[in-house]
């Protein structure tokens, strides 16, 4: 798939969190090139135990709180997993980072996942995670009818679900690449791009303060809006 520059438009209005379904799909198959990871958070029922509505909320207002103080791209989607569920996907988070804040809101376990590419195209690598253990992983993720079809054990974006399908055992090894291609931007584009690329690669390194990787993540929207604007100059 080739990023134009009605694409990368789709990307900053991620960053604002008002992307639909097409493009939380996107991410998640590893089309979108500047999404390196995707974490699956929430503050609902910590310890696995039913909390009252008013407790859900508070817990949930203060963690997309520390998700705008970190700088994080995130957009909110709901699910319903036994119960009704509001949580957050999270884009560009490091692992340990995303265990800290599961740990932290009382959850038992938390999804992450990696972007990797090879010969054959992009996927993500997706990690049921509990505590600091990996559980489980899993290269695919679905959306199709089926999924749709579905009464429970589901998340959901603009009123359509996708699930990664853990503890399946008919998609153990199963995997989806595609292909990204840079090719229709500009020389400028190119460049501006190719910083921003790196920035959000730095800001998921672990060995760095958190203070470092804060700045990655606040120069890389930067260079985002630059690279957008650039394209729009010539258009």
Request: proline fraction near 4%.
């Amino acid at each position: 798939m080739r990023i134009t520059k009605s694409k990368l438009k789709q990307i900053i209005r991620e960053e604002l969190n008002e992307a639909g379904f097409a493009r939380t799909r996107q991410a998640m198959t590893g089309v979108v090139p500047n999404i390196e990871t995707i974490a699956f958070l929430t503050g609902e029922n910590p310890g696995g135990e039913p909390a009252p509505p008013e407790v859900n909320k508070e817990n949930n207002a203060a963690l997309e709180s520390r998700l705008k103080a970190g700088n994080y791209g995130f957009r909110k989607i709901k699910g319903k997993f036994g119960s009704h569920e509001k949580s957050f996907m999270v884009m560009n988070i490091p692992r340990s980072e995303a265990t800290t804040l599961g740990q932290d809101l009382g959850q038992e376990s938390i999804i992450w996942g990696h972007r990797e590419e090879d010969e054959e195209g992009a996927y993500f690598n997706f990690e049921y995670i509990e505590g600091e253990t990996t559980i489980q992983t899993r290269q695919v993720s679905m959306s199709g009818r089926d999924v749709q079809d579905r009464d429970d054990f589901y998340s959901q974006v603009k009123g359509r679900k996708f699930i990664i399908p853990f503890f399946d055992d008919d998609y153990e090894g199963a995997s989806m690449k595609v292909k990204t291609d840079l090719n229709e931007l500009t020389e400028p584009q190119r460049v501006t791009y190719r910083k921003y690329i790196k920035c959000v690669k730095e800001s998921l390194l672990e060995q760095k303060t958190p203070k470092y990787r804060w700045q990655k993540r606040g120069v890389a929207k930067v260079l985002l809006q630059q690279t957008i604007d650039e394209g729009r100059l010539r258009a």
